[in-house]
C-alpha cells in the first residue's frame, strides 16, 4: 500500500513536471530577440544586416549595368549615382534603427501579442525591400534624371520599354497557358491568343504597374481584341468562354481609365 501510494506520488509529480516543462517549451518558441526581429526585416537580402548592407550596394552597381546596356555612363555621373544610391540605403537603415529602438521598447509580458507586435513593426521594411528601395522616389532615381543627358535619357527609356514589353510577353504567355487548360487551348492557339493579347496592351506596358493592375490590364487586353480575331483559329466553345473573359475585360477597362493606367 505504501508503495503503491509513493507510486501515485511520484507519477504526479512528473506529471506536474512535463506540464511545466510543455509550458516552459511553449513560451521559449514564441521568445524572439533582435537577431530574429532583424531576420524578419532582411528575410530577402540575407536574413542580416551585414548581408543586406552588401545586397543593396552590388543593387546600386547593377544599376549601372542595366542603365550602360542603352547609355553609357561617365564616371562623373557613375559617382553621382552611387551617393545618390548610398543615401537610399542610409535612409533605410535610418528607418530600422527606428523599428528596432521600438522594438527594443515593447512589452514582452504578453508573449503572443509581443510577437505580432513585432512581425507587424518588421513587416513594412521587408515589404520595402522586397519591393526595392531604387524605385521612382528614391534618391537614384531623381539624381539619375539631373545628371544624365536628354540623349541618355531617351536611350534608356527606350531600352525599360523594350524590357518591359518582353516581361509582359512573359505575363500573358503564362496567362494564356493557365486559361487554355480550361478553354482546351493548343500550344499554337495559345501562342496565337498570346499575340493578340499583347498587341493591344502593348502601349500600356510598364514595369511600374502593381500586380492588381497587371492582372487587370491583361483582361482589358482580350476585351479589346476583336471578335473575328478569335473566330479565326478557336472553336465556338472556346469563343463563348473568351466572351466571359472579355465582358470581364470590359469592367476593367473603366476602372483602368479611372487609375490612369489607359487614356
Avoid at 20 to 38: M, W, Y
Wanted: aromatic share 8%; charged share 30%.
Amino acid at each position: 500500500m505504501i508503495f503503491a501510494g509513493r507510486m501515485v506520488i511520484a507519477c504526479l509529480a512528473l506529471l506536474l513536471f512535463l506540464v511545466d516543462a510543455g509550458a516552459t517549451s511553449c513560451v521559449a518558441q514564441v521568445q524572439i530577440d533582435l537577431r530574429q526581429f532583424d531576420s524578419w526585416m532582411f528575410q530577402s537580402h540575407g536574413r542580416d544586416e551585414t548581408q543586406c548592407r552588401k545586397s543593396l550596394l552590388e543593387k546600386i552597381e547593377l544599376e549601372f549595368v542595366r542603365i550602360e546596356q542603352s547609355a553609357p555612363l561617365s564616371e562623373k555621373q557613375k559617382e553621382a549615382l552611387r551617393l545618390a544610391g548610398r543615401g537610399d540605403v542610409k535612409r533605410f537603415f535610418d528607418r530600422v534603427n527606428e523599428a528596432r529602438r521600438e522594438f527594443m521598447q515593447m512589452d514582452g509580458k504578453n508573449q503572443q501579442a509581443f510577437v505580432n507586435e513585432a512581425y507587424m513593426l518588421a513587416q513594412p521594411l521587408q515589404q520595402e525591400l522586397s519591393e526595392g528601395l531604387f524605385g521612382n522616389d528614391s534618391l537614384l532615381h531623381k539624381v539619375k534624371k539631373g545628371v544624365m543627358t536628354r540623349e541618355q535619357t531617351k536611350e534608356m527609356n527606350a531600352q525599360i520599354k523594350l524590357e518591359a514589353i518582353e516581361a509582359w510577353k512573359v505575363r500573358v504567355r503564362l496567362f494564356a497557358a493557365t486559361t487554355g487548360r480550361g478553354l482546351a487551348l493548343t500550344a499554337k492557339q495559345q501562342e496565337r491568343f498570346s499575340d493578340l493579347v499583347i498587341a493591344q496592351i502593348e502601349p500600356h506596358a510598364s514595369a511600374d504597374l502593381s500586380r492588381q493592375h497587371a492582372d487587370m490590364l491583361i483582361s482589358y487586353g482580350v476585351f479589346k481584341c476583336e471578335s473575328k480575331s478569335w473566330e479565326a483559329f478557336l472553336d465556338e466553345d472556346q469563343i463563348a468562354a473568351v466572351q466571359t473573359l472579355s465582358r470581364r475585360g470590359e469592367a476593367c477597362e473603366r476602372q483602368l481609365q479611372r487609375d490612369g493606367v489607359i487614356q
